[in-house]
């Protein structure tokens, strides 16, 4: 295998509460290789979004090592190596759908001419490019979240990184976006950390899937997906995709089993 | 326009009340002047009599109408008989206050935000600053600023500018505060400077709170230009109006003037609202 894009070894990060210290992450190993589809899932306190908090640079881990394509975080970060995508889409109200794609854009400094066509072209890759010129709010809440992954997706970052993004979502709406978010990835090669609360969603979208305990927060199991790249919706009433969940519920299980 | 009615309706009442309680409140003037001279007066003589009394107790709306069109209409604009006049010597006092306020609460506003130190030390004093009353601090700036020199319209604007810098500072410290800290995280994975995050985000973000601040600002700023041409014997100003007024028993007089700030007051707010549509509509942020 190729340089591993993520590498955690033996990483914790401690939080000292007033009434004692929270381990958020404890001894986390962990190896994402390019175009790896890795999602993270477990209960609320498991670390999943504190982890990918961590690669993001946005949390200083307090033990172990962590490198974000070959580096450190805050530098991976100044080399612009990830978009990361919010549970809720946070466009910005008084900015149209472009302008807020714009905005990572004009921040990073690229020529205003690069702007535009870039603008286009990633509202083109999640579809909403009729809608360039709305306001946030004359979209659906899936519509924005679209807009969000656009925006993430502008400055050519080769990490995409996914914080519960469809959370906020309904079922229906959910199901399409997943769907999409295969396509585009497959598309565009990136490589993805994806958090989420839902089994089925981690087991339809990953190559990868890293199964989380609580207290302290932890990684139970990593499971690599068989299921091949191209997933139509109905390949979840295949025995394999069932296997998958299923072992994905045992793993839940068994972490929260110690922990209650 | 369907609240055109409920409006009428409203001021129809203010409209009745006032009369009745004029002549209620002038009534006792006209009875003791009938007791006087021995005459006899019928209910219709004594409500007459006290809606037409050169200085009554309350006058009535329409003595303060003909007030005001003798001294706004029937004026020349420039003499010092006008309330036009008048009114435009507190309102140019007024707007250069509501400027002085306007800027030193924005700026304020913006190192409480950046600086710990300034957020822990400034405001205790800007609460302490309207705890004095401004009739007390008005004055003292008037004799201040006339002792080195600096009379006419800077005294009376640094003291409008006292009033109303402080409702900037509060809503614009909490405007700036607005974006949630999943905005700040992302405009963190971008790299995004202190100076970026402040245009891009903050600013923009604090918009609905500046215009909510800067209409309490600026009817404080015509507050405290009205006060601070009460003292020192100010001659011009819709302030000396009220005072010669109450000086030599001009009620009506008092009372166009108090109508003409109000007026002054409505119009400045109404300003102030209309160009909040424009912009947070421009901006796509209209409700």
Excluded at chain 1, 85 to 95: C, E, S
Excluded at chain 2, 186 to 193: D, E, G, I, P, Y
Excluded at chain 2, 198 to 226: E, Q, Y
Aim: net charge positive; hydrophobic share 50%.
């Amino acid at each position: 295998m190729s340089a591993p894009v993520i590498e955690a070894r033996r990483l914790g990060l401690t939080f000292h509460a007033a009434d004692g210290p929270v381990h958020a992450l404890k001894d986390v190993d962990l190896t994402i290789g390019p175009g790896e589809f890795v999602s993270f899932i477990g209960p609320s306190g498991c670390g999943k979004t504190t982890f990918l908090r961590c690669v993001a640079a946005l949390e200083q881990p307090t033990e172990g090592t962590l490198s974000v394509n070959g580096v450190p975080p805050d530098e991976a970060r100044r080399r612009r190596a990830y978009g990361y995508v919010f549970q809720a889409a946070g466009l910005y109200p008084w900015r149209t759908i472009a302008g807020n794609v714009r905005l990572p854009l004009e921040i990073m400094g690229f020529p205003r001419a690069e702007r535009a066509e870039r603008v286009r072209r990633v509202l083109e890759l999640v579809e909403l490019q009729g809608f360039a010129s709305k306001f946030p709010w004359q979209l659906s809440g899936g519509m924005q979240q679209r807009a969000s992954i656009a925006r993430a997706l502008a400055f050519d970052a080769e990490i995409l990184l996914m914080d519960e993004p469809f959370g906020a979502l309904d079922e229906i709406v959910r199901d399409r976006l997943n769907e999409e978010l295969l396509k585009l990835w497959a598309r565009t090669g990136k490589t993805i950390g994806f958090v989420t609360h839902s089994i089925p969603e981690a087991v339809y979208l990953s190559t990868k899937i890293v199964v989380m305990s609580p207290r302290p927060g932890r990684i139970t199991d990593v499971i690599d997906s068989p299921l091949p790249r191209e997933r139509p919706l109905e390949i979840r009433d295949s025995p394999e995709f069932i296997a998958i969940a299923h072992r994905v519920r045992e793993g839940l299980r068994a972490g929260h089993g110690d922990a209650v | 326009m369907r609240h055109v009615l409920p409006v009428l309706a409203v001021v129809a009442a203010i409209i009745v009340a006032w009369y009745g309680a004029a002549a209620w409140m002038n009534s006792q003037w006209t009875l003791d002047q009938a007791a006087r001279e021995g005459r006899e007066l019928t209910i219709v003589d004594i409500v007459n009599d006290t809606m037409v009394q050169e200085r009554p107790k309350l006058p009535a709306p329409h003595q303060v109408g003909a007030e005001l069109w003798k001294t706004v209409v029937a004026t020349r604009p420039g003499s010092k008989r006008s309330l036009l006049w008048h009114g435009w010597v507190t309102l140019s006092a007024t707007a250069a206050g509501f400027g002085i306020g306007t800027v030193a609460g924005l700026l304020l506003a913006v190192g409480i935000v950046h600086s710990r130190a300034m957020d822990l030390s400034v405001m205790p004093w800007a609460v302490a600053s309207q705890t004095i009353p401004v009739l007390a601090i008005a004055p003292m700036v008037i004799v201040v600023l006339n002792s080195v020199g600096v009379s006419g319209l800077l005294p009376k604007a640094v003291i409008a500018g006292w009033l109303s810098f402080f409702p900037v500072v509060v809503g614009m410290v909490k405007g700036l505060r607005a974006p949630e800290p999943m905005q700040l995280d992302q405009m963190a994975t971008w790299n995004a400077s202190r100076g970026q995050l402040f245009w891009k985000l903050r600013l923009p973000a604090s918009m609905p709170w500046l215009f909510a601040s800067l209409k309490v600002a600026v009817a404080a700023a015509l507050v405290g230009t009205i006060v601070g041409e009460l003292p020192a014997g100010a001659t011009s100003g819709l302030g000396a109006r009220l005072l010669s007024g109450s000086y030599y028993g001009q009620t009506v007089q008092i009372w166009a003037a108090l109508v003409a700030a109000a007026v002054l007051a409505a119009g400045l707010v109404a300003l102030v609202a209309a160009t909040e549509r424009l912009v947070l509509g421009r901006m796509g942020m209209r409700r």
